[in-house]
């Protein structure tokens, strides 16, 4: 098996006799850029996700502006782990510029930017914009390239990067 297989499967090889494999508690560490808010939160054990885990990355990643909170996808915290683990900071912070936006919200961003998309994936809550505490944003886009898992939009003015669970393309 591959190392990126393994890692999607939240396994790992030990180094125990015999390679045993072992389930990998999986852990995402962020900080909210506009609420102020960290958390760090075990959201999955092996191949079983925790409902209080995500249900605690629900509201951490509500719409800030309305308070409104929707059920993310599972997916999305995946890639964030994954694109950690390969940056190389496995205890890495994530710093959230945002997480799910409500209609409301998103109609008003669009009304200011041409870069906000009509059907954004934050309406639907599989999409973040991050960046990763101690790299990069320009390493943290290669890293989630590489990945091939997703929507990845590079915004280097603006210091984020924009990760979803959508088909697999890039900007």
């Given amino acids: 098996m591959r190392r990126r297989d393994l890692l999607a499967a939240g396994l790992t090889l030990a180094t125990a006799p015999g390679l045993v494999l072992a389930a990998r508690r999986r852990v995402l560490r962020l900080h909210h850029t506009h609420t102020e808010e960290s958390l760090a939160v075990t959201y999955r054990q092996g191949s079983r996700y925790h409902t209080w885990g995500l249900r605690r990355l629900d509201h951490f990643l509500r719409d800030f502006r309305t308070g409104e909170v929707k059920a993310m996808d599972p997916h999305l ?60 944003t320009r390493h943290l886009r290669d890293c989630a390239l590489k990945l091939a898992e997703g929507g990845v939009g590079y915004y280097p003015r603006s210091d984020f990067v924009h990760l979803d669970t959508g088909r697999v393309r890039h900007w």
Avoid: C, M
């Avoid at 997480?99 to 309406?123: C, F, I, M």
């Fill in 77 to 136: 915290f995946d890639i964030l782990w994954e694109i950690q683990q390969e940056a190389g900071h496995h205890d890495g912070r994530f710093e959230v510029i945002s997480g799910y936006r409500s209609p409301k919200t998103n109609a008003a961003l669009r009304r200011r930017s041409k870069g906000v998309a009509r059907h954004s994936q934050h309406l639907l809550g599989k999409a973040v914009d991050v960046r990763l505490r101690g790299t990069t």
